[in-house]
Protein backbone atom coordinates (compact mmCIF):
# COMPACT_ATOMS: atom_id res chain seq x y z
CA UNK A 1 0.00 0.00 0.00
CA UNK A 2 2.85 2.34 1.08
CA UNK A 3 4.90 1.58 -2.48
CA UNK A 4 1.36 2.70 -4.28
CA UNK A 5 1.47 5.88 -2.47
CA UNK A 6 4.81 6.50 -3.19
CA UNK A 7 4.53 5.56 -7.05
CA UNK A 8 1.51 7.83 -7.27
CA UNK A 9 3.13 10.89 -5.36
CA UNK A 10 6.18 10.50 -7.82
CA UNK A 11 3.81 10.20 -11.09
CA UNK A 12 1.94 13.19 -9.47
CA UNK A 13 5.30 15.14 -9.22
CA UNK A 14 6.68 13.68 -12.57
CA UNK A 15 3.61 15.43 -14.39
CA UNK A 16 4.78 18.74 -12.71
CA UNK A 17 8.44 18.78 -12.81
CA UNK A 18 9.74 15.53 -14.89
CA UNK A 19 13.42 15.43 -13.63
CA UNK A 20 12.89 16.78 -10.28
CA UNK A 21 10.18 13.51 -9.62
CA UNK A 22 12.45 11.05 -10.76
CA UNK A 23 15.35 12.27 -8.77
CA UNK A 24 13.13 11.58 -5.92
CA UNK A 25 11.88 7.93 -6.67
CA UNK A 26 15.74 7.45 -7.07
CA UNK A 27 16.94 9.03 -4.04
CA UNK A 28 13.69 6.96 -2.02
CA UNK A 29 16.15 3.98 -3.47
CA UNK A 30 19.01 5.56 -2.69
CA UNK A 31 18.04 6.00 1.12
CA UNK A 32 16.96 2.19 1.74
CA UNK A 33 20.52 1.36 0.06
CA UNK A 34 22.10 3.49 2.23
CA UNK A 35 20.51 2.18 5.08
CA UNK A 36 21.31 -1.36 4.25
CA UNK A 37 25.01 -0.12 3.70
CA UNK A 38 25.50 1.36 6.90
CA UNK A 39 23.89 -1.87 8.98
CA UNK A 40 26.24 -4.13 6.72
CA UNK A 41 29.13 -1.58 7.74
CA UNK A 42 28.18 -1.16 11.38
CA UNK A 43 27.99 -5.36 11.12
CA UNK A 44 31.51 -5.32 9.91
CA UNK A 45 32.87 -2.66 12.51
CA UNK A 46 31.36 -5.56 15.18
CA UNK A 47 33.18 -8.02 13.37
CA UNK A 48 36.35 -6.71 12.79
CA UNK A 49 36.41 -5.15 17.12
CA UNK A 50 35.28 -8.93 18.02
CA UNK A 51 38.63 -9.49 16.06
CA UNK A 52 40.54 -6.79 17.58
CA UNK A 53 39.88 -7.75 21.37
CA UNK A 54 40.60 -11.40 20.42
CA UNK A 55 44.10 -10.41 19.04
CA UNK A 56 44.63 -8.27 22.17
CA UNK A 57 43.78 -11.24 24.31
CA UNK A 58 46.18 -13.32 22.44
CA UNK A 59 48.56 -10.88 23.55
CA UNK A 60 48.00 -10.75 26.78
CA UNK A 61 48.21 -14.55 26.68
CA UNK A 62 51.51 -14.65 24.89
CA UNK A 63 52.85 -11.72 27.61
CA UNK A 64 51.47 -14.21 30.48
CA UNK A 65 53.49 -17.15 29.24
CA UNK A 66 56.87 -15.25 28.74
CA UNK A 67 56.20 -13.86 32.07
CA UNK A 68 55.97 -17.70 33.56
CA UNK A 69 59.10 -18.22 31.03
CA UNK A 70 61.15 -15.76 32.66
CA UNK A 71 60.20 -16.52 36.33
CA UNK A 72 60.96 -19.89 35.71
CA UNK A 73 64.58 -19.47 34.03
CA UNK A 74 65.50 -16.65 36.88
CA UNK A 75 64.55 -19.44 39.57
CA UNK A 76 67.32 -21.42 37.20
CA UNK A 77 69.70 -18.62 37.37
CA UNK A 78 69.59 -18.22 40.98
CA UNK A 79 70.37 -21.70 41.74
CA UNK A 80 73.48 -21.64 39.14
CA UNK A 81 74.43 -18.57 40.51
CA UNK A 82 74.44 -20.02 43.71
CA UNK A 83 76.16 -22.92 42.86
CA UNK A 84 78.84 -21.02 41.49
CA UNK A 85 79.01 -18.63 44.47
CA UNK A 86 81.30 -18.25 47.04
CA UNK A 87 79.88 -19.80 49.85
CA UNK A 88 80.33 -23.73 49.93
CA UNK A 89 77.64 -25.90 51.82
CA UNK A 90 80.46 -26.98 54.33
CA UNK A 91 80.53 -22.89 55.02
CA UNK A 92 76.59 -22.79 54.81
CA UNK A 93 76.54 -25.30 57.52
CA UNK A 94 78.66 -23.53 59.86
CA UNK A 95 77.19 -20.00 59.28
CA UNK A 96 73.80 -21.87 60.59
CA UNK A 97 75.23 -23.66 63.17
CA UNK A 98 76.62 -20.57 64.47
CA UNK A 99 72.98 -18.44 64.04
CA UNK A 100 71.57 -21.56 66.03
CA UNK A 101 73.56 -23.93 67.83
CA UNK A 102 72.93 -27.71 67.42
CA UNK A 103 73.13 -30.55 64.71
CA UNK A 104 73.39 -30.05 61.35
CA UNK A 105 71.37 -33.04 59.72
CA UNK A 106 70.91 -31.33 56.26
CA UNK A 107 71.55 -28.46 53.91
CA UNK A 108 70.28 -27.80 50.38
CA UNK A 109 70.36 -25.44 47.88
CA UNK A 110 67.15 -24.31 47.29
CA UNK A 111 65.54 -21.01 45.48
CA UNK A 112 68.99 -19.31 45.34
CA UNK A 113 70.00 -20.28 49.22
CA UNK A 114 71.09 -22.73 51.31
CA UNK A 115 68.53 -23.92 53.63
CA UNK A 116 69.89 -25.82 56.71
CA UNK A 117 68.08 -27.56 59.07
CA UNK A 118 69.27 -27.96 62.41
CA UNK A 119 68.41 -30.20 65.46
CA UNK A 120 68.32 -28.14 68.84
CA UNK A 121 69.28 -29.02 71.94
CA UNK A 122 66.05 -29.03 73.37
CA UNK A 123 64.99 -31.26 70.12
CA UNK A 124 63.60 -28.85 68.28
CA UNK A 125 64.09 -28.38 64.58
CA UNK A 126 65.28 -25.30 63.49
CA UNK A 127 65.04 -24.39 59.48
CA UNK A 128 67.89 -21.61 58.92
CA UNK A 129 68.15 -20.01 55.42
CA UNK A 130 72.10 -18.26 53.96
CA UNK A 131 72.71 -16.52 51.46
CA UNK A 132 75.21 -18.37 49.05
CA UNK A 133 77.35 -15.79 47.96
CA UNK A 134 77.84 -13.75 51.40
CA UNK A 135 77.14 -16.57 53.83
CA UNK A 136 74.99 -14.08 55.83
CA UNK A 137 72.25 -15.57 57.78
CA UNK A 138 68.22 -14.27 55.75
CA UNK A 139 66.80 -15.93 58.58
CA UNK A 140 65.33 -19.32 60.49
CA UNK A 141 62.30 -20.46 61.21
CA UNK A 142 61.27 -23.33 63.56
CA UNK A 143 60.33 -26.80 61.61
CA UNK A 144 57.39 -28.99 62.35
CA UNK A 145 59.41 -32.52 62.03
CA UNK A 146 59.66 -34.63 64.99
CA UNK A 147 61.74 -37.55 63.93
CA UNK A 148 64.31 -36.08 66.94
CA UNK A 149 64.77 -39.30 68.49
CA UNK A 150 65.60 -41.39 65.28
CA UNK A 151 67.90 -38.62 63.81
CA UNK A 152 69.78 -38.90 67.44
CA UNK A 153 69.62 -42.81 67.14
CA UNK A 154 71.08 -42.45 63.54
CA UNK A 155 74.13 -40.15 64.66
CA UNK A 156 74.70 -42.21 67.73
CA UNK A 157 78.57 -43.15 67.75
CA UNK A 158 79.50 -41.69 64.21
CA UNK A 159 82.49 -39.41 64.21
CA UNK A 160 81.47 -37.64 60.61
CA UNK A 161 79.35 -33.92 60.96
CA UNK A 162 77.10 -33.06 58.20
CA UNK A 163 79.84 -30.13 57.47
CA UNK A 164 82.66 -32.33 57.00
CA UNK A 165 80.34 -35.05 55.06
CA UNK A 166 80.14 -31.79 52.36
CA UNK A 167 83.58 -31.27 52.33
CA UNK A 168 84.45 -35.06 51.73
CA UNK A 169 81.83 -35.03 48.99
CA UNK A 170 83.19 -31.38 47.55
CA UNK A 171 86.33 -33.48 45.97
CA UNK A 172 83.12 -35.19 43.26
CA UNK A 173 82.34 -31.46 42.63
CA UNK A 174 80.12 -29.00 43.94
CA UNK A 175 78.00 -29.95 46.66
CA UNK A 176 74.49 -28.87 46.06
CA UNK A 177 72.72 -30.81 49.15
CA UNK A 178 74.15 -33.06 51.65
CA UNK A 179 71.39 -35.04 54.39
CA UNK A 180 71.22 -37.62 56.92
CA UNK A 181 69.65 -40.93 55.96
CA UNK A 182 68.76 -42.17 59.21
CA UNK A 183 67.48 -45.61 57.20
CA UNK A 184 70.47 -46.66 56.05
CA UNK A 185 73.07 -44.65 58.84
CA UNK A 186 74.86 -42.62 56.08
CA UNK A 187 74.86 -39.67 54.76
CA UNK A 188 73.95 -38.60 51.34
CA UNK A 189 75.38 -35.79 49.27
CA UNK A 190 74.67 -34.91 46.05
CA UNK A 191 77.06 -33.10 43.58
CA UNK A 192 76.83 -31.30 40.52
CA UNK A 193 79.74 -30.95 37.51
CA UNK A 194 80.72 -27.95 35.93
CA UNK A 195 79.07 -29.42 32.76
CA UNK A 196 75.52 -29.31 34.90
CA UNK A 197 75.63 -33.26 35.47
CA UNK A 198 74.41 -33.87 39.13
CA UNK A 199 75.57 -37.09 40.76
CA UNK A 200 74.67 -38.59 44.05
CA UNK A 201 76.67 -40.13 46.90
CA UNK A 202 77.04 -41.81 50.10
CA UNK A 203 79.76 -40.32 52.49
CA UNK A 204 80.13 -43.36 55.32
CA UNK A 205 79.53 -41.92 59.47
CA UNK A 206 82.21 -43.46 60.84
CA UNK A 207 85.30 -43.17 58.23
CA UNK A 208 84.05 -40.47 55.86
CA UNK A 209 84.75 -42.66 52.91
CA UNK A 210 83.05 -41.22 49.81
CA UNK A 211 81.14 -43.72 47.61
CA UNK A 212 78.57 -43.66 44.42
CA UNK A 213 75.23 -44.15 45.86
CA UNK A 214 73.86 -47.71 45.22
CA UNK A 215 71.02 -45.53 42.57
CA UNK A 216 74.07 -44.72 40.36
CA UNK A 217 75.61 -46.92 37.43
CA UNK A 218 79.13 -45.83 38.17
CA UNK A 219 80.61 -46.69 40.67
CA UNK A 220 83.99 -44.28 42.55
Known amino acids: MKRNIVIAVVTAAALVGGGTATALAVSGDDDRGASVARAEARAGD ?17 RDDRGEDRSDD ?19 LAAALKHTPGTAVAAELDDGAWEVDVLGG ?30 RAALKG ?13 GKGVVTSVELDDD ?22 GSGKVTADRGDSDDD
Open 46 to 62: DDGRDDDRDDRNEDRDD
Open 74 to 92: RGDDRDERAVSGDVTAAEA
Open 122 to 151: DDGRHSVRVDPGSGKVLGASADDEDDAREV
Open 158 to 170: SSVTAGEAARAAA
Open 184 to 205: DRGWEAETRASGGGERDWRVDL
